[in-house]
């Protein structure tokens, strides 16, 4: 390998693994995927996203890592060695710079979202749901919402945490948040599924959650469905083409996307188990939409039996999965200015924390000064940000990484990567990610386009 190695190399298969699934696992899992599987009836959504995960997600994800593992550098400059080492044009290089752009505009909004969480641990620590009625959980949502200078405070301590993080660098920081926090996560969070199981309405959630009813299936929850697999594997903007490129040279990319994949999907359903169970034993509302944990969790909390501890473990829980998923979203960009050779990893993150903090600012100041600010296609500049990133340009990234994986880069190079020359699931991978995966994120993506012109034309 003539590429350089500076930012080290993972110590082993398994620390990528928990890196990438520390990537994967955060609020789109434990904030986003059961709200949203709220708000679609529960079981036929679950099916069809499992299936985006399966057909879409896992295929892009393997492509990702290739693009990392070959190119051993940060997004921009693996794209640029993979695009010479084709013959393809230099504008695939925009593929990287698109990345690191889209990774800071999502950690801007992200934060503010984690911020809310960390206030939450804070309110829960200090036995501050206690008894809290449904109406004065929601004023107290509202009141925090309302405050910009708490929010902004938040936003703040969540940047500066990420930042710390990737500033000590990848086998030091990033290695800590896959060796230490995803177990802990993970145990915090069967943890709740325990207390779901004896104090909750199980039955009612598992039979929500896996139920298959088939009217429920709507032509939006299957695009819905479509775009939360790229935001739940951190597909398409080089995260995880950065983290694939600390991969060991010998580990097997297929297998070991495929356990990322599983550990991310597995997460995301036993986070649903662990808070359903909750909102059906205290008859809350499955689809009450974002606000799911926020404001329907503290009533429970504040009436169950050791509330104030299983509170303090969920929200802590939630900070937790949200700051190994921010850390992916800062590294390629401070990566790639590392590579410059004109900045260390402290400075690389205080240039890009800043950028992403200020841009944060504006999406704090959607809930409160800024909540009449709508200029962005009609949407605050919260929506905005998740609108552009989930919807645009998470799938257009993640299509156009699967068009030039399948058809850029020479066969010969793919097998070497792949450790699996003639072996058929490599024939089906390449024919998924030739045709199928582009062309169902193509799907997904002229919806996106056409749901919000059809909105400002109010021809819905
Ligand atoms: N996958 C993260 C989540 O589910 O919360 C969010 C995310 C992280 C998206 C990193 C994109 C990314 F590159």
């Excluded at 620390?15 to 789109?28: N, R």
């Excluded at 708000?39 to 290739?66: H, Q, R, S, T």
Aim: hydrophobic content about 55%; proline content about 3%; some cysteine.
């Amino acid at each position: 390998m003539l590429q350089r190695k500076m930012h080290g190399v993972w110590k082993s298969r398994w620390t990528f693994v928990l890196a990438a699934t520390g990537s994967a696992v955060g609020l789109g899992n434990i904030w986003k995927f059961p709200y949203i599987t709220g708000e679609n009836g529960g079981g036929a959504f679950v099916l069809v996203y499992l299936a985006c995960i399966a057909v879409i997600g896992l295929p892009i994800m393997i492509a990702e890592v290739l693009i990392g593992r070959r190119g051993r550098q940060s997004p921009i400059n693996s794209m640029r060695y993979v695009t010479e080492e084709a013959g393809a044009q230099p504008t695939w290089v925009g593929l990287g710079w698109m990345g690191v752009v889209t990774g800071l505009l999502i950690l801007s909004f992200y934060s503010v979202v984690a911020g809310w969480a960390l206030q939450y641990s804070v309110s829960a620590v200090s036995n501050g749901f206690a008894g809290i009625s449904g109406s004065q959980a929601s004023a107290r949502f509202g009141e925090l919402l309302g405050n910009p200078s708490r929010l902004i405070l938040w936003h703040s301590v969540f940047i500066l945490m990420t930042t710390a993080v990737v500033a000590t660098g990848v086998t030091r920081g990033l290695g800590m948040v896959a060796r230490v926090l995803m177990p802990l996560l993970v145990v915090m969070l069967i943890l709740l599924v325990g207390y779901g199981l004896f104090q909750g309405n199980f039955a009612e959630a598992f039979s929500f959650m896996f139920s298959f009813k088939y009217d429920h299936l709507s032509w939006h929850g299957v695009l819905t469905a479509m775009g939360h697999a790229f935001f739940t594997l951190s597909l398409g903007m080089g995260a995880i083409m950065a983290y694939g490129a600390y991969m060991p040279d010998h580990a097997n990319v297929g297998q070991t996307v495929i356990t990322v994949g599983i550990l991310d999907t597995v997460i995301a359903l036993v986070a649903g188990l662990a808070i359903f169970p909750i909102v059906f034993a205290n008859g809350l509302e499955a689809s009450s939409g974002p606000g799911l944990i926020f404001e329907s969790l503290p009533i429970a909390f504040g009436a169950m039996s050791g509330g104030h501890i299983f509170g303090t473990v969920f929200f802590v829980l939630v900070v937790i999965a949200a700051w190994s998923s921010a850390v992916s979203l800062i590294e390629p960009g401070v990566a790639w200015l590392v590579e410059t050779g004109k900045f260390n990893r402290l400075t690389a993150n205080v240039i890009l924390g800043g950028v992403s903090w200020l841009i944060g600012v504006a999406a704090a100041l959607s809930f409160n000064l800024l909540s009449e600010f709508k200029w962005l296609l009609g949407m605050t500049p919260f929506d905005f940000l998740d609108f552009m990133t989930s919807r645009v340009l998470l799938p257009l990234g993640g299509m156009l990484i699967s068009l030039f994986v399948a058809w850029y880069i020479k066969k010969e190079v793919i097998e070497e990567e792949m450790d699996a020359e003639g072996h058929p699931m490599l024939e089906i991978w390449l024919f998924l990610i030739k045709w199928i995966s582009p062309a169902l994120v193509a799907i997904v993506f002229v919806w996106a386009l056409w749901g919000s012109i059809a909105k400002l034309l109010g021809v819905e």
